[in-house]
């Protein structure tokens, strides 16, 4: 069974700064990941990419330079750990944060995926 759970938000002023985190976990072993990526949820929006990561090259993709300026996304040596900075909080950044996972449907091979979702962390901006 593999899992993911996001950490890490919580009610910050504008201007301020979080660091989100997603731990990616599994019952079998090896465990490996093959791609990481941040999405949110806005109140009445679809959801919407931030960034994500390809596990095996480290190739770092940003929805739009304007996400790249703020958001910086990031993963530990193991590859089971993603985090999200995000800087100058606006109030419009206000929403439920999730991790999505892919995985490796068979053994270690990343040409076949499949995908899970976290809960989400909420993640609400005052002004």
């Known amino acids: 069974q593999v899992r993911v759970v996001e950490s890490g938000g919580g009610s910050v002023q504008a201007g301020g700064s979080l660091q989100l985190s997603c731990t990616a976990s599994?019952?079998?072993?090896?465990?490996?990941?093959?791609?990481m990526g941040w999405y949110r949820e806005a109140p009445g929006k679809a959801r919407e990419f931030i960034s994500r990561?390809?596990?095996?090259?480290?190739?770092?993709?940003y929805s739009d330079s304007s996400i790249e300026g703020r958001f910086t996304i990031s993963q530990d040596s193991s590859k089971t750990t993603l985090y999200l900075q995000i800087g100058s909080l606006e109030t419009e950044d206000t929403a439920i944060y999730l991790c999505?996972?892919?995985?490796?449907?068979?053994?270690?091979?990343?040409?076949?995926?499949?995908?899970?979702w976290g809960q989400g962390t909420q993640v609400t901006v005052s002004s």
């Open positions: 990561i390809e596990s095996g090259t480290g190739t770092i993709t």
């Open positions: 999505r996972l892919d995985f490796p449907a068979y053994g270690s091979d990343c040409q076949s995926t499949r995908t899970i």
């Open positions: 599994a019952s079998r072993s090896p465990f490996h990941t093959c791609r």
